[in-house]
Structures are given as C-alpha cells and as structure tokens.
C-alpha cells in the first residue's frame, strides 16, 4: 500500500460541466475525509465517512457537491455545474481510528481550475 | 474569529537559525497534528499531540492543554525545510479544524 491516491491530479474544466474526483485511501483505514483548499488558506472541512456512511457534512457542501464511498472503500466527489468559485485543491485523507490510533494520511489533492 | 489561529503568517529566517511557529486554538481538543505541506505537493504530518512534548530529527513540538496553545520548533533550519506549516486540531468526532498555516523560508 503506497498511502492515499487521488485522481485525477489536475482537472481544467469549463463552468459548468460536472467533474468527479477519486480517492482511494490506505486500505485498513475506516475514516476517509475530504477538504477543500484554497490558495493561501489551510484546508477547509467538506465531508467524512466512518466505513461506507457519511457522518457528517460542511455547509460549504452544496447540492452540487456529492460525495460517496459505496462499498467502504474508494470514495468519489463528484461537483455538478461547475463555478468558478470552486477551483481549488480537493484534498483527501485518511484514518484508522480506534484505540492508540489517530493517525492521518493525506493523499496529493485533486486540483480543479474552473474557467 | 477562527477557532485555529497560527502566527505568524509568514517567516522568514537564514539557514541554521531556530525557528518557532505557534499555534492558538479556541475549542476543547482532543489531539492536535502539525503538518506540513511543500509548493504543489500534499500534506504530510509532522506530529500529532495530545500533551506534552514530541520529538523527531531537528523538530519539536509542545502542546499546552490548559493555555490551548501549541509550538513548532525547527532546530539548525535549512532550506528544505521551507513549506507551508500547518497546525490543525482534532475536535468532536475526529473533525479536523484547520490554521490558515504558516509559509516558511529559509534561505541559504
């Protein structure tokens, strides 16, 4: 297991396409986290699965963002009708949680430039 | 205000000078991660805390439960320590609440 893999590492795409990014986390974690980053800022908080359920949602998730990660595994974060305002570094991390643990693996982040 | 505030926001420093980054946070915590993120690339952490001191190489970390504060600590800096310094806590349910992080420089 090489840690977190994201894909695709750079997406360019047109207001108002769809676009969906994937993060394959490190195989015995059971939380998988997504973040947004903008330049200049850390990381914001989206969204985080324990297993395959989704626990908890930002605001900043819109009705145009969906995230999934059907069999507890992978995980997809798909935007539809792209804006402008969402070019930025969709990060995903990972982590085993459970006793002595806690530990955080972050993938490279997806890039997304909206034009 | 944000719950996770670092400072400073910038650094810049010489190559072998000590460096210090904080960090300040306002919510109660279950751990803290220091975190490192170079130019382009990912995140990397550094440490995580839940008290006391860690050590690892020419880094150092402290935690400060009581004060709800947090210090990095880079000893004999170098140049390729220059990243963007990340100080993110853990609260409530495993949710990471992140700093606006720290861009360091170390010139030769």
């Known amino acids: 297991d090489t840690g977190v893999s994201q894909d695709p590492r750079h997406k360019i795409t047109k207001r108002g396409q769809n676009v969906t990014f994937r993060c394959d986390p490190i195989?015995?974690?059971?939380?998988l986290y997504w973040y947004r980053q903008t330049l200049g800022q850390g990381p914001e908080f989206l969204t985080y699965?324990?297993?395959?359920?989704?626990?908890?949602k930002s605001r900043l998730l819109s009705d145009r963002f969906s995230a999934e990660r059907p069999k507890g595994s992978f995980s997809t974060l798909e935007i539809q009708r792209t804006e402008q305002g969402d070019s930025a570094m969709y990060l995903c991390?990972?982590?085993?949680?459970?006793?002595?643990?806690?530990?955080?693996?972050f993938g490279a982040g997806s890039r997304l430039t909206v034009l | 205000k944000n719950e996770v505030e670092q400072s400073p926001q910038n650094l810049t420093a010489q190559e072998g000078e000590f460096i210090t980054i904080n960090c300040s946070y306002s919510?109660?915590?279950?751990?803290l991660h220091w975190l490192q993120q170079h130019p382009g690339g990912g995140i990397v952490s550094l440490f995580m805390?839940?008290?006391g001191k860690k050590k690892h190489g020419r880094l150092i970390a402290t935690i400060n439960i009581q004060e709800k504060h947090s210090s990095l600590h880079i000893t004999a800096s170098h140049p390729r320590d220059s990243a963007v310094y990340i100080c993110?806590?853990?609260?409530?349910?495993?949710?990471?609440?992140f700093g606006q992080g720290t861009r360091l420089t170390i010139n030769p």
């Open positions: 993110a806590v853990i609260k409530g349910a495993q949710k990471l609440v």
């Open positions: 991390a990972s982590s085993l949680v459970g006793a002595g643990a806690n530990v955080l693996t």
């Open positions: 919510v109660g915590i279950s751990a």
């Open positions: 699965f324990q297993n395959e359920a989704q626990l908890e």
């Open positions: 805390l839940s008290s």
């Open positions: 195989s015995e974690h059971n939380r």
